[in-house]
């Protein structure tokens, strides 16, 4: 090649790289700007194309003196470069911040002195331009410049080397990769640069070795800005099996074309035609065999086991496995295996606090699970797994490190330095976090591939799934388990068919009530059932309707067993019929209780009407016995027999009228079924206590709906208990106070409605503990009356099955309420035949 060739090729590698140099040196400061690393890079990668330029200019000068210059101001360029070379390697990639400043300034105070150089007159002896070619005779000083490159050269070298033997994972490769590209840097520059000039005279080749800095600028660049690193090794074997693909389909394939060739020549085939489709005949081979190879190497030059193989018998046995424990368990053993790091922990949820808490963990180095090695819980508002949450990805220490902002890398660094670990994979499912695994470093030293970190996160997303799976299994067990023990324990049958009529639940309690073992029972016809059980059953599968509180009685040898039968349908997610549900009540017990009930009920009622009656008797007898005692005395005195006369008369009548009372309570009259106008009962009412309430200068209103409402019933009973009401309310209302009577209509048309009477009086309270007191016999606050009236009335509404209902309170007062059916609704009023 003539010397404008090489002159030519010199200036495009120089004006490439200074380019190319500074390009790199934006794009990487851009992707990190707060990060020193990538501020001296930057600084780094300037100075290389400014040095670059120089040669460009001196390699391009016309003249001896315009090259001189260029020559000149290129030393001090090369000092300050290696000096930000030898800053680099005091930081990367273990620091954020800058190195000692002490240590710094003489750094570049010794980079400054041999910059000097540059500016010493014997510099060079001369240079001469001619045929393409820059020759320049160097003079004394460029030995010690060139002591001062080789020696700040090794020396970063040395630190770099260092490096790379104590860092582990990520920084120990990134370390090698700056390494590789100094080494190869140094390798060509110092050739081209320092060496051949040195020894054979000549700078013919000095642009190609300023133009292999470019290595040098790859390799810092790789390193600190890649997002996921590839091993120097796995790198070097993807380029070997490049090479070895490509060789053997050429060497094939053109051995192949020279043996056809005059085949081709022969049958007139045009060769440019032959070559064309042979080449790409054996691009597609070469990448085809590429895959091959790659994979052979792949499986040759692995330390352990396949990773999709292990990957896929991981994934298989973790999403069978249905125990939640026995499942982390696992999973934790699966990456300490496969990843050999020197510990995996594994975290989920507790309910019960907001807190990850450790289910499973090992010790890479015992090889086992031990409680001293327990991990502590990691609170829910740890940033780390609120970063692991957000990005729904895994979080390693060293991408945190390289790519989060300044302040939070410092923070996130040391939180995943606290968990001991190098990588957080959350455990996310329906967007939230379930859990996380930690993984510390690898016991080798090696980082964590891109293949592994594509492993843990798989792992991590079964690991959810699995474990959503086991929580749902645990959750269905336990729900089961407990509707079989509420079976159990039920002392009511329970009987369950599906929708052909088949027994396909049978518990305890209907064993013992129907004689027969569950196992007997289980998938028979419900034919096996008492009549009147399987006709509540079949009723509730044909008509879809709840059927409640069926009573029959069932014959069971020589005792007959009453019994309540409740049966609902169950319907499919279409609503399709599935079977149905029965509830049996043996009601022997609730019948025994409700007579002894009624038996107490009925003595205590007896009791108090005794007491009652025997007081109330006992007063009027007392007065007639005394003028009894008197009268042979004073029998003579007409005075005397005319007031005896008048106290008998009135006594006779009290006890006449308590006599009557209690049949009224005890007795209902005969039924008189007629249509009774409300509004019309409560006028006649209010009339009638006129005098009374005058006499207490009590106001009476009475308000009455505009629709007149009709009960069936008799009337002249409605009338004496409202009767009742009224009087009581006048009598407790304070002197020239009020009373008001309203009545009301309640409920829509054609469905049963009532008819409301409502009793209000403001001035008097009944305490709560006595509002059901009130209506039992003799039971009054009045000292002359006999405490039957509320009875009685209670008594009449519910012959007219209505109610009576009382609400009071210190500030509104007390109101009673009568409610009766209207006459539309209305049900037949009871007899004495249906008491």
């Not at 090489?6 to 500074?22: E, Q």
């Not at 800053?87 to 105070?109: G, H, Q, S």
């Not at 592994?452 to 079964?462: C, E, G, K, P, W």
Request: charged share 20%.
């Amino acid at each position: 090649m003539d010397a404008a060739n090489w002159l030519n090729l010199n200036l495009v590698a120089l004006g490439t790289t200074a380019i190319a140099a500074i390009s790199l040196g934006i794009a990487v400061y851009q992707r990190m700007p707060d990060r020193v690393w990538n501020r001296l890079f930057a600084i780094h990668a300037t100075g290389g194309g400014l040095w670059t330029f120089t040669n460009y200019m001196i390699m391009s000068a016309d003249d001896a003196a315009t090259a001189g210059i260029w020559l000149r101001l290129s030393h001090p360029v090369v000092a300050m470069l290696i000096c930000t070379c030898v800053d680099f390697a005091w930081v990367f990639p273990e620091r954020i911040e800058y190195a000692n400043t002490k240590r710094r300034m003489i750094l570049y105070a010794i980079g400054l002195i041999a910059g000097t150089v540059g500016f010493a007159p014997n510099l060079y002896y001369s240079i001469e331009i001619g045929q393409g070619i820059v020759n320049v005779e160097y003079g004394w000083p460029l030995i010690p410049f060139g002591v001062f490159v080789l020696g700040t050269l090794g020396y970063a070298d040395f630190v770099l080397l260092r490096k790379a033997i104590r860092l582990e994972g990520v920084q120990r490769v990134q370390v090698i990769w700056v390494l590789l590209g100094l080494l190869g840097t140094h390798l060509v520059g110092s050739l081209t640069i320092i060496i051949i000039p040195l020894v054979w005279g000549t700078t013919a080749l000095s642009g190609w070795g300023t133009a292999g800095y470019i290595i040098t600028l790859i390799g810092m660049g790789y390193a600190i800005a890649k997002h996921r690193l590839m091993r120097p090794e796995v790198a070097l074997r993807r380029v070997a099996s490049a090479m070895l693909s490509t060789a053997l389909v050429l060497f094939v394939g053109i051995g192949a074309l020279e043996t056809i060739r005059p085949l081709l020549v022969a049958g007139d085939v045009p060769l440019r035609l032959a070559y064309v489709a042979a080449g790409l005949l054996m691009g597609m081979l070469i990448v085809l065999l590429h895959e091959r190879v790659t994979g052979f190497l792949r499986r040759t030059l692995s330390k352990g086991a396949d990773a999709d193989t292990v990957q896929a018998e991981t994934s298989s046995h973790i999403l069978r496995t249905l125990d939640a424990d026995q499942l982390l368990r696992y999973l934790g053993r699966a990456l300490a295996e496969a990843l050999e790091p020197t510990e995996v922990a594994v975290y989920t949820g507790d309910p019960s606090q907001d807190q990850l808490i450790p289910r499973a963990w090992v010790n890479g180095e015992r090889h086992g699970e031990a409680e001293w090695d327990r991990p502590r819980p990691i609170d829910m508002g740890n940033q780390i797994l609120v970063l692991a949450a957000r990005e729904g990805t895994v979080i390693t220490r060293d991408h945190v490190f390289r790519f989060a902002s300044l302040d939070e890398a410092k923070r996130l660094a040391l939180l995943m330095d606290e968990l001991n670990a190098q990588i957080v994979a959350p455990m996310i499912w329906e967007d939230r976090l379930v859990g996380v695994l930690t993984l510390g470093p690898k016991r080798s030293g090696d980082m964590y591939t891109e293949e592994d970190l594509r492993f843990v996160a798989h792992m991590a997303l079964q690991s959810s799934l699995a474990l959503r799976n086991a929580e749902l299994y645990a959750q269905t067990a336990s729900l089961k388990d407990f509707n079989e023990r509420i079976l159990r324990q039920m002392d009511n049958a329970v009987v369950v068919t599906d929708a052909d009529e088949r027994i396909v639940v049978f518990n305890r309690a209907a064993e013992r009530l129907f004689g027969t073992p569950a196992a007997e029972a289980l998938g028979q016809s419900i034919e096996v059932l008492p009549e009147g059980i399987a006709t509540c059953i079949r009723a509730s599968l044909g008509s879809g309707r709840i059927l409640s509180s069926r009573h029959f009685e069932m014959e069971r040898g020589a005792e007959t067993i009453p019994l309540a039968c409740s049966t609902s349908p169950l319907a499919d997610d279409r609503g399709g019929p599935q079977g149905a549900v029965a509830v049996i009540s043996d009601l022997t017990l609730i019948q025994e209780l409700a007579r002894e009930r009624q038996e107490a009920e009925r003595l205590s009622l007896i009791r108090v009407i005794s007491a009652g009656m025997a007081h109330e008797i006992r007063n009027p007898l007392v007065a007639i016995r005394t003028f009894a005692e008197l009268a042979p005395k004073r029998l003579d005195d007409p005075e005397f027999r005319s007031n005896f006369l008048t106290v008998a008369q009135q006594e006779i009548r009290r006890i006449d009228k308590l006599v009557g009372d209690l049949l009224t309570l005890s007795k209902p009259a005969d039924a008189v079924v007629e249509s009774v106008n409300v509004n019309q009962v409560c006028g006649d009412v209010v009339r009638a206590v006129a005098g009374m309430a005058e006499a207490k200068g009590i106001d009476v209103s009475l308000s009455t709906t505009d629709a007149e409402p009709h009960a069936t019933g008799d009337g002249s009973r409605l009338h004496q208990a409202l009767l009742n009401i009224v009087s009581n309310a006048i009598a407790a209302e304070p002197r020239d106070g009020r009373v008001s009577i309203a009545t009301e209509t309640e409920g829509e048309e054609g469905a049963a409605r009532i008819v409301r009477v409502r009793v209000h009086n403001p001035g008097s309270y009944i305490p709560p503990e006595q509002t059901d007191e009130i209506f039992r016999p003799f039971v009054s606050k009045k000292s002359s009356g006999t405490g039957l009236g509320l009875a009685i009335c209670q008594t009449i509404i519910e012959e007219h099955n209505g109610r009576v209902k009382v609400h009071s309170s210190p500030d509104e007062g007390t109101e009673f309420s009568m409610e009766l059916p209207l006459t539309s609704t209305a049900k037949p009023m009871r007899t004495v035949g249906d008491w």
